[in-house]
């Protein structure tokens, strides 16, 4: 089983910074994709940001420029780096990843979710 977990959300100042980490733990292999998505009650869950294992990345049009994906391997964690932040980014961000279990212990692929951190950008 494998949990994702994030943390680093809170509200902020319109062109204000925050980082968001995601910590995955359990029995992983290898984590393929890490990747970030965002929701509102009025919009449908989007993607944000993605990184592979080899370390490409790609964004949303929306946040191009503005926001970074990164991961540590070792610690088998994801960042977003979001930098000049506006009103539109706030939401509920959620990190997947798409994870290969450990063969010891019945190892399969399949997407994990975390349980969402919120990010309001107001004043």
């Known amino acids: 089983q494998v949990q994702l977990v994030e943390s680093g959300g809170g509200l902020v100042q319109p062109g204000g910074s925050l980082r968001l980490s995601c910590a995955a733990s359990?029995?992983?292999?290898?984590?393929?994709?890490m990747n970030w998505y965002r929701q509102t009650p009025e919009k449908q869950r989007e993607l944000v940001a993605g990184i592979t294992s080899g370390g490409t990345t790609n964004y949303a049009d929306s946040v191009k420029g503005r926001f970074t994906i990164s991961r540590d391997n070792a610690k088998n964690t994801a960042y977003l780096q979001m930098n000049s932040l506006k009103s539109e980014d706030t939401a509920v961000y959620f990190c997947?990843?798409?994870?290969?279990?450990?063969?010891?212990?019945?190892?399969?692929?399949?997407?994990?979710w975390g349980q969402g951190t919120q990010v309001t950008v107001s004043s």
């Open positions: 997947n990843a798409d994870v290969r279990t450990s063969s010891l212990y019945g190892g399969s692929r399949r997407n994990y």
């Open positions: 359990g029995s992983i292999f290898v984590i393929y994709t």
